[in-house]
Every structure is written in structure tokens, then in C-alpha cells.
């Protein structure tokens, strides 16, 4: 339970070192910005052609009577866009953090030299592109196995009573350890931490994990929320990583970030 408190501890402490660093927050913003447009842009051509996708792949039941032909496709066309909405959710940090590479990159390290004893961040020492190669690898993995756990729930999702009351708790559960892997991965990539050692690392703390990620799920849910919650969440899973690797975290003064900002 003290790890429970804990993860969302570190969500709230980035929440707050973003509100005590306007310009790294303003910046911050611009890459979920840009994600959010896209995503609406999704769902809505999900909401205009779902009926239409319906149909197309349900032609067996066109001969079918009223009202269970509106019924059957009526429902399948809402658990369409239930599935889109969560796999929204679930790719949307990957997305924008692909997208924001260089914001998130400066704003995890700006954390870093700010919480750091010495003032120092890591630095990965690799070229640009060659981040964004790894980046794209590692969410494009993590996407898979969402997309693999996203299929099994909405299966699962049909079974009587455990669909409606275990099965949402566990997707919330599994959206908040795959939100945390993508945020961490900002600043654990910088350290040589590769995807594996990533989630071995998470998976041994996971009461911390779900703590940070799951409220953050949960919120990210409204998409206008997610683009304004996602520098603060970049700053608050920057300083767990620190956690997860033992790195001491001296008590955060925003002196360093202001003096990097003003300089």
C-alpha cells in the first residue's frame, strides 16, 4: 500500500514541478496537442463509418428480423468505438511521446539536473535520429502487447458479471503499467536501460507503478485532460525512474530549472 501512495506521490510532484516551470510546461504541451487532433480526427471517422464497418463485416445477419438486427449491430458498433477509445487511451502517451521526442527529452533531463545532489543528468550520447529509432522500436513493441491485452479483455468482456465488474478494473490496471513504461522510458533510455530491463524493473514494483499510471489512465480518458497532464506526468515518471534505480532525489526547489530557463 505505502508503494500504492507512493506512485501517485510522484504523479502529483510532477504535476507541481511543471506549475512552478511555465516555459518547460508550454512546451510541453505542443506535442499532445498535436496527438489530440489526430486521435478526434479517429474517433470521429469511427463514429460516422462504424455502422457502415459494421455492416460490411456482419453479412450474415442482413436477412436477420427487427429489432435484433439493430440490436446486434447497434451493439457491436458501441463496442467498436469502446475498443478504439481504449486503444486510444493506451497508445496515446506512445504516440505523442514519439511525436515530442525532443520537448520530453529536454523536460526529463531539465528534472533530472533539478533533483539531482550534483546537478547532473544522464545523457544517452547517441544522435537524435538514432533516439527516435529506438523509441519507435520500443513503443511499437509495447503497442503490440497493449494491442494483445486489449483483445483478450474485450473477449473477456462478454462473460456474464465478470465482464461488467473484474475485467474493467484489470484493463485500467494493465492501461496504467503500459502508460508508466512509455513515460519512465524517457528517462530510463537515457541511462542504457533497454525495454526488457525496463519491464523487469516496473514488474517489481508494481503497487508504485499502477499508483502513478492508473489515476492517470483514469484521467487521460478525456483527451483535453491528457494533452495538459502529460509534461507534469514526463516530470513525475522522471523522478520515480530515479526511485526504481535507487538515485537519490534531493527536495525539489526549482532552483536548477529556473536558473537553465533564465540563462
Known amino acids: 500500500m505505502r508503494d500504492l501512495g507512493a506512485g501517485f506521490q510522484y504523479l502529483m510532484k510532477g504535476q507541481r514541478w511543471v506549475a512552478r516551470n511555465g516555459k518547460q510546461y508550454g512546451f510541453g504541451l505542443l506535442p499532445g496537442l498535436i496527438t489530440l487532433v489526430l486521435y478526434l480526427a479517429a474517433l470521429v471517422a469511427l463514429a460516422v463509418w462504424g455502422t457502415d464497418f459494421v455492416a460490411w463485416a456482419t453479412p450474415f445477419a442482413d436477412d436477420w428480423s427487427s429489432p435484433w438486427l439493430g440490436l446486434f449491430r447497434?451493439?457491436?458498433v458501441l463496442v467498436l468505438f469502446a475498443l478504439g477509445l481504449l486503444l486510444a487511451v493506451l497508445t496515446f502517451t506512445a504516440v505523442t511521446l514519439l511525436i515530442g521526442q525532443p520537448f520530453y527529452e529536454s523536460l526529463s533531463e531539465t528534472v533530472d539536473r533539478d533533483v539531482s545532489p550534483d546537478g547532473t543528468a544522464p545523457e544517452s550520447g547517441l544522435?537524435?535520429?538514432r533516439e527516435l529509432w529506438i523509441s519507435a522500436r520500443d513503443s511499437?513493441?509495447?503497442l503490440v502487447r497493449a494491442a494483445v491485452w486489449?483483445?483478450?479483455l474485450f473477449a473477456a468482456g462478454f462473460v456474464p458479471l465478470v465482464g461488467q465488474t473484474v475485467v474493467p478494473v484489470i484493463g485500467f490496471?494493465?492501461?496504467g503499467f503500459f502508460l508508466t513504461e512509455e513515460l519512465?522510458?524517457?528517462a530510463l533510455q537515457r541511462r542504457d536501460v533497454d525495454l526488457r530491463a525496463r519491464l523487469t524493473l516496473l514488474r517489481s514494483r508494481k503497487a508504485?507503478?499502477?499508483g502513478f499510471g492508473t489515476p492517470l489512465g483514469l484521467a487521460f480518458l478525456i483527451p483535453v485532460v491528457a494533452v495538459f497532464l502529460m509534461p507534469g506526468a514526463v516530470a513525475g515518471a522522471t523522478l520515480m525512474a530515479r526511485d526504481l534505480l535507487g538515485e537519490e532525489i534531493r527536495e525539489e526547489t526549482g532552483e536548477a530549472a529556473e536558473e537553465e530557463l533564465t540563462a
Open 184 to 186: 519512465t522510458a524517457v
Open 140 to 142: 511499437l513493441r509495447i
Open 150 to 152: 486489449g483483445i483478450l
Open 208 to 210: 508504485l507503478v499502477w
Open 74 to 76: 447497434g451493439l457491436l
Open 127 to 129: 544522435p537524435l535520429w
Open 173 to 175: 490496471l494493465v492501461t
